[in-house]
């Protein structure tokens, strides 16, 4: 399961990017894609609606069988909401009941850095030892919110939350949303509650059950990253 193999390797993450310069202990491969130089370019890549990237084919199917506990077939809002914080279990690296600006950093570049273009990626590197992504001393950036990813949370939906042109995690997922972690932070104090990741848990569930049957099925899914409407039975 993705979850247990991405905490401890996160861990480490989060103490690297808050240490300017520090070495990667030998044989230690980061959480996320698959060591190689640049990160991939998302093929077969799937995000859940929080987020949560499963990769190789099927991803869409892996999640939902995950997340369907009971086996019955349908996600109720109670099994989409627990399988969310399953997930917001592992970005909260530290455990202490919230997602920060490092947490969330390190989801952008470590656990699924495919959500960044090539150009938000170059300038996410540190310039002269500082961080471009928060004024100093760790505050929030100008105009509040996570900060990073340029994201611009939840989107006015159309249908299933499709617009005509995708950006970040939304080219991977069921929702148009570009940064599922920033879009959970609904009164844009740099941080993420549980509160607020269960909240948003809800939106995006009501977003994608369209009928108001408190059910979702996979062949009622749209298809991920806005390719289309659910496929006909």
Do not use: C
């Not at 989060?14 to 520090?22: G, I, T």
């Not at 690296?93 to 947490?103: H, P, S």
């Amino acid at each position: 399961m993705i979850r247990a193999r991405l905490l401890p390797a996160l861990a480490l993450t989060l103490s690297a990017l808050a240490v300017p310069a520090v070495a990667q202990p030998p044989g230690e491969r980061p959480a996320g894609p698959p060591p190689g130089g640049r990160p991939p370019e998302g093929r077969n890549l799937f995000l859940s609606p929080s987020g949560e990237p499963f990769r190789g084919p099927g991803g869409l199917e892996t999640w939902f069988k995950g997340a369907d506990t009971d086996h019955d077939g349908a996600l109720s809002l109670a099994e989409f909401r627990a399988d969310a914080l399953g997930f917001f279990k592992v970005v909260d690296a530290n455990g202490d009941g919230a997602i920060d600006g490092l947490e969330n950093r390190a989801y952008e570049t470590r656990i699924a850095p495919e959500i960044l273009s090539a150009a938000e990626r170059e300038d996410d590197a540190p310039q002269g030892g500082g961080d471009r992504r928060g004024p100093p001393g760790g505050g929030p950036p100008p105009g509040g919110g996570m900060g990073g990813g340029h994201g611009d949370g939840m989107r006015k939906p159309g249908g299933h939350g499709g617009m005509s042109r995708r950006e970040g995690a939304a080219r991977f997922s069921l929702i148009n949303e570009p940064q599922p972690v920033r879009g959970a932070d609904a009164n844009l104090d740099w941080k993420v509650t549980v509160d607020e990741w269960s909240r948003a848990a809800a939106r995006r569930f009501a977003l994608l059950d369209t009928g108001q049957t408190g059910r979702l099925s996979l062949g009622d899914l749209p298809r991920p990253g806005g390719m289309g409407p659910p496929p006909r039975k």
